[in-house]
């Protein structure tokens, strides 16, 4: 017979939650911007074109013109610590683990591409005795390109190991009611803080080829229903649009350069930006809205725009990622 006492050694099975992000490069130039693309761009899940088509207009015009344009734009918004994405996971990371230290549970962070990566961080947290694990990518929304790659990847690693972690992975939380009013108290607190009314609210998310939708991928409906959802919350109209549009093939419209264009010709002199499908603000969202999205919209009339940040690792962020969590490891949590 064998008593527990037999194996005093043997420490208690922990729980571990892993929260992944896009990735970012490692630096603001254009070698390690170039690696970065080539890890991303190269994902099927991301430009879904045959890789003997697509692989030579990668390797061939991609990578030879757009690191050196895209390591710019991230030198206008690289901080002290890193990349702002980088920046804002590990904060996130950082916080929650001290929410959970009581309860023994390990919080990690992870990138879907780039550093650190989803395979280094698993087997650190098995080494660290996490015998379950729940896999969070902070994609409120899901998507084919971002949360079903990013648990691609997890289970790649565990095709590799012999005595795999138990694994949940988080479902989107783009109409969960903490999701909705965390979001809807930022925009209160920072749409107060501008100091002045806005004309317009605009909600601006990431874009997809519009095939992707034909397709099946429920982003769209998703980032549609967040909008709806925050406008009943907030009491008041939204405009809706999707920006980052990336080679010929059509995606989803509205575009938010068109929009930012169209609402200042059409007379709407103040303007409040948000970015609800991006946990963490981004090159996508610092450069490309906020510094050139102002562009447009100064440049077609618009007099004054204020960007309301994303959630990062505010305080109303942690609280509701705590308690989304907590939901999601019921049953694991002594
Ligand atoms: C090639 C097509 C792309 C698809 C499809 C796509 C989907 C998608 N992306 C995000 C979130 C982020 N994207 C970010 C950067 C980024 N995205 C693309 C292309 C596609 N994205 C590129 C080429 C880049 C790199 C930057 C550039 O060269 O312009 C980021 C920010 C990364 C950072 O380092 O700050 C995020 C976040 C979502 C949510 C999404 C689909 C729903
Ligand atoms: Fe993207
Ligand atoms: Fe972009």
Redesign the pocket.
């Known amino acids: 017979m064998i008593r527990p006492t037999d194996h005093p050694d043997i420490p208690a099975p922990r729980v571990g939650v892993l929260i992944v992000?896009?990735?970012?490069?490692d630096a603001p130039d254009a070698p390690a911007?170039k690696r970065?693309?080539r890890e991303?761009?190269s994902d099927r899940r991301?430009?879904e074109i045959p890789p003997l088509l697509w692989q030579p207009i990668l390797r061939g015009i991609i990578l030879n013109t757009?690191?050196k344009?895209?390591a710019h734009?991230?030198g206008q918004?690289w901080t002290n610590e890193g990349?702002?994405?980088?920046v804002h996971t590990r904060n996130t990371a950082r916080a929650l683990a001290e929410r959970f230290a009581d309860e023994g549970v390990l919080v990690d962070w992870a990138m879907r591409y780039g550093n650190p990566s989803i395979a280094s961080r698993i087997a650190a947290m098995k080494q660290a005795g996490c015998e379950r694990i729940l896999f969070a990518p902070l994609?409120p929304?899901y998507?084919s390109?971002?949360t079903a790659t990013a648990n691609d990847a997890l289970f790649a690693t565990l095709g590799g190991m012999r005595w795999q972690p138990a694994i949940r992975t988080l479902p989107p939380y783009h109409d969960d009611p903490g999701y909705i009013d965390a979001l809807a108290e930022s925009a209160q607190a920072h749409l107060a803080e501008l100091g002045r009314p806005v004309d317009a609210l605009l909600l601006t998310?990431?874009?997809?080829?519009e095939r992707?939708l034909h397709l099946g991928d429920p982003?769209h409906c998703q980032c549609r229903k967040t909008a709806r959802l925050l406008a009943d919350r907030l009491q008041r109209p939204v405009e809706v649009s999707f920006q980052?549009r990336?080679?010929r093939a059509k995606w989803l419209e509205p575009s938010t350069e068109d929009t930012l264009a169209r609402l200042a010709r059409g007379g709407v002199k103040s303007l409040a930006v948000m970015a609800p499908?991006?946990s963490?603000d981004?090159?996508?969202?610092?450069e490309?809205i906020a510094l050139r999205g102002r562009d447009v919209f100064v440049e077609n009339g618009g007099e004054f725009f204020g960007y309301i940040p994303c959630l990062n690792a505010e305080t109303r962020a942690i609280d509701f990622y705590q308690r989304l969590m907590r939901q999601n490891l019921q049953g694991w949590l002594t």
């Open positions: 992000n896009l990735g970012t490069p911007v970065y693309l991303f761009l991301v430009v757009r690191p344009k895209s734009a991230y918004v990349s702002p994405l980088a994609y929304q998507s390109a971002t998310f990431h874009g997809m080829p992707t982003y980052s990336f080679g499908g991006f963490a981004c090159l996508e969202t610092l490309e």
